[in-house]
T-cell receptor, first 114, second 112 residues
Framework: GESVGLHLPTLSVQEGDNSIINCAYS??????FIWYKQESGKGPQFIID?????DKRQGQRVTVLLNKTVKHLSLQIAATQPGDSAVYFC?????????????FGTGTRLTIIP | DVKVTQSSRYLVKRTGEKVFLECVQD?????MFWYRQDPGLGLRLIYF???????EKGDIPEGYSVSREKKERFSLILESASTNQTSMYLC???????????FGQGTRLTVV
């Protein structure tokens, strides 16, 4: 989920289980959403994206769900592996006078327990 | 593969110095972004550029300026560095709107 402050939301999941990371976005005009994964010492890396005309999109072991009614986005990771441990960010594309900015949430730290 | 390169991984500057952070992308992307990342606050947008010589303020532009004279290069300028600008700075680029953004490795700036 989203939070403001010094403490990152955390999620601990047993290896092999599925995980769900949630994100609330703020702008009902946002039309494109992305999930990123950030490992320690690296820049964020693209995982999966979804446009506002869709409510679900699947990739390899990942699924993104979009609920525009409540402005909620989720990332599901199937059969988690130790390499999935990272901080996950959702990002929304916000139209702004024709120039569109990409805004990120505060992130969720996912820890996979062996 | 798209490559976004930030000129420094680590930088230490003194209060009051003018600081330049450079970012170069090699894929002819239209849009470029500068973010800062602080613990628990996620990535906050400082400035973005949608074309050469065009720029827009992000959510936290105070104390920063940017320059985009060439399409591949987007510079972040701290006019007079202050200790509260100590942070991780991330540059990103994307081809156009509604496409994924690619990030550089980040520059960890410490202002003393």
């Amino acid at each position: 989920g989203e939070s403001v402050g010094l403490h990152l939301p955390t999620l601990s999941v047993q290896e092999g289980d599925n995980s769900i990371i949630n994100c609330a976005y703020s702008n009902s005009a946002s039309d494109y959403f992305i999930w990123y994964k950030q490992e320690s010492g690296k820049g964020p890396q693209f995982i999966i994206d979804i446009r506002s005309n869709m409510d679900k999109r699947q990739g390899q072991r990942v699924t993104v769900l979009l609920n525009k009614t409540v402005k909620h986005l989720s990332l599901q990771i199937a059969a988690t592996q130790p390499g999935d441990s990272a901080v996950y960010f959702c990002a929304e594309n916000r139209p702004r006078f024709g120039n569109e900015k990409l805004t990120f949430g505060t992130g969720t730290r996912l820890t996979i327990i062996p | 593969d798209v490559k976004v390169t930030q000129s420094s991984r680590y930088l230490v500057k003194r209060t009051g110095e003018k600081v330049f952070l450079e970012c170069v992308q090699d894929m002819d992307h239209e849009n470029m972004f500068w973010y800062r990342q602080d613990p628990g606050l996620g990535l906050r947008l400082i400035y973005f550029s949608y074309d050469v010589k065009m720029k827009e303020k992000g959510d936290i532009p105070e104390g920063y300026s940017v320059s985009r004279e060439k399409k591949e290069r987007f510079s972040l300028i701290l006019e007079s560095a202050s200790t509260n600008q100590t942070s991780m700075y991330l540059c990103a680029s994307r081809l156009t709107v509604n496409t994924e953004a690619f990030f550089g490795q980040g520059t960890r700036l410490t202002v003393v």
